[in-house]
């Protein structure tokens, strides 16, 4: 697969983390272009596995990773803990986990951007999809042909925090009176008077995070990863997250503090918090300067560490 389809973002960081076991069983839950999975093969010895998680057809059939070490598996990351179980075999005797890692990179892959068919990127003039996985679900037309006002409006907040989200739901109400809009460029037209003619760009990147995020149900299926790859890590094993966006980095960061995606506490009867996992890092890591200039999408990324501890959630 060519380094143009997706550049990994905190690569050497997030790898070297992960990989404490050379003979070890680790997951790449989201594939993309193969990145980081090839940096985790190459640090596994002869006894090391990986499994490999992307619902994007087209990521799956772009694969140039030929390594009987990798097994890639098409589906959501949701089904983290379905998989690696029904691939790896049973828990162990102690009801724990069996994998020594677990990586997710949270962003958008470089292709999908780029591809102008698949609707993700307001550059392009294109069907308003959005799907991740495009056999399935609701694109993001659909969204916007069948949901009503105060619904777009709450996704606008919600997700890409749109200052002024009422007045475009109610503009998206009112074209689509007169025809559907199925086209990134009929949205474009849709909604124009309501963007700020300083910073257009910076207000539709945050509208098409929002639509994005609820066509794939991201933050649904980022709660079941985070729940699956619990069950599945043993203890010790490490989890690295790179979100791109406040509401996944709060997710994941209440997660590893509590074993809850609301940050909601669970204590025994000492008081100590009952959590899957213990913090590696107690600030995100950032990607360094050079890192930005080169990949200017790495801007937002922050990694999470985590290590598997005995208790279970």
């Given at each position: 697969?060519?380094?143009?389809?997706?550049?990994?973002?905190?690569?050497?960081?997030?790898?070297?983390?992960?990989?404490?076991?050379?003979?070890?069983?680790?997951?790449?839950?989201?594939?993309?272009?193969?990145?980081?999975?090839?940096?985790?093969?190459?640090?596994?010895?002869?006894?090391?596995?990986?499994?490999?998680?992307?619902?994007?057809?087209?990521?799956?059939?772009?694969?140039?990773?030929?390594?009987?070490?990798l097994t890639l598996?098409?589906?959501?990351?949701?089904?983290?803990?379905?998989?690696?179980?029904?691939?790896?075999?049973k828990k162990d005797?102690?009801?724990?986990?069996?994998?020594?890692?677990?990586?997710?990179?949270?962003?958008?892959?470089?292709?999908?951007?780029?591809?102008?068919?698949?609707?993700?990127?307001?550059?392009?003039?294109?069907?308003?999809?959005?799907?991740?996985?495009?056999?399935?679900?609701?694109?993001?037309?659909?969204?916007?042909?069948?949901?009503?006002?105060?619904?777009?409006?709450?996704?606008?907040?919600?997700?890409?925090?749109?200052?002024?989200?009422?007045?475009?739901?109610?503009?998206?109400?009112?074209?689509?009176?007169?025809?559907?809009?199925?086209?990134?460029?009929?949205?474009?037209?849709?909604?124009?008077?309501?963007?700020?003619?300083?910073?257009?760009?910076?207000?539709?990147?945050?509208?098409?995070?929002?639509?994005?995020?609820?066509?794939?149900?991201?933050?649904?299926?980022?709660?079941?990863?985070?729940?699956?790859?619990?069950?599945?890590?043993?203890?010790?094993?490490?989890?690295?997250?790179?979100?791109?966006?406040?509401?996944?980095?709060?997710?994941?960061?209440?997660?590893?503090?509590?074993?809850?995606?609301?940050?909601?506490?669970?204590?025994?009867?000492?008081?100590n918090i009952l959590?899957?996992?213990?913090?590696?890092?107690?600030?995100?890591?950032?990607?360094?300067?050079?890192?930005?200039?080169?990949?200017?999408?790495?801007?937002?990324?922050?990694?999470?560490?985590?290590?598997?501890?005995?208790?279970?959630?």
């Amino acid at each position: 697969m060519p380094e143009t389809y997706h550049i990994p973002v905190l690569l050497h960081e997030s790898v070297d983390a992960l990989v404490t076991n050379p003979d070890g069983i680790y997951a790449d839950a989201t594939f993309g272009g193969g990145g980081h999975s090839g940096a985790i093969l190459g640090k596994l010895g002869k006894g090391g596995r990986l499994l490999a998680f992307d619902q994007d057809e087209d990521a799956i059939r772009n694969c140039s990773i030929r390594d009987k070490r990798l097994t890639l598996i098409r589906a959501n990351f949701r089904f983290i803990e379905n998989f690696a179980l029904y691939e790896t075999g049973k828990k162990d005797a102690g009801g724990h986990g069996v994998l020594d890692g677990v990586l997710a990179d949270l962003g958008v892959s470089s292709h999908q951007f780029d591809t102008a068919e698949r609707g993700f990127s307001f550059r392009f003039d294109a069907p308003l999809d959005m799907r991740m996985n495009e056999n399935a679900g609701t694109s993001a037309a659909d969204l916007i042909a069948g949901y009503s006002q105060e619904e777009i409006e709450r996704i606008l907040r919600l997700y890409g925090e749109v200052e002024n989200s009422r007045k475009i739901a109610m503009l998206i109400c009112k074209a689509r009176e007169k025809k559907r809009i199925s086209t990134t460029g009929e949205l474009h037209e849709a909604i124009a008077t309501a963007l700020p003619r300083q910073a257009e760009h910076k207000a539709l990147a945050k509208i098409y995070q929002a639509l994005r995020i609820e066509v794939n149900q991201e933050m649904k299926s980022l709660e079941k990863f985070l729940t699956g790859a619990a069950a599945v890590l043993k203890p010790g094993g490490r989890l690295a997250v790179i979100t791109y966006h406040s509401l996944e980095d709060r997710m994941v960061k209440n997660f590893i503090r509590t074993g809850n995606a609301d940050g909601t506490q669970t204590k025994d009867m000492y008081g100590n918090i009952l959590a899957p996992f213990r913090a590696v890092n107690r600030k995100p890591i950032l990607p360094a300067e050079e890192e930005i200039s080169a990949n200017t999408r790495a801007r937002s990324a922050k990694l999470r560490i985590a290590e598997r501890t005995e208790d279970n959630i």
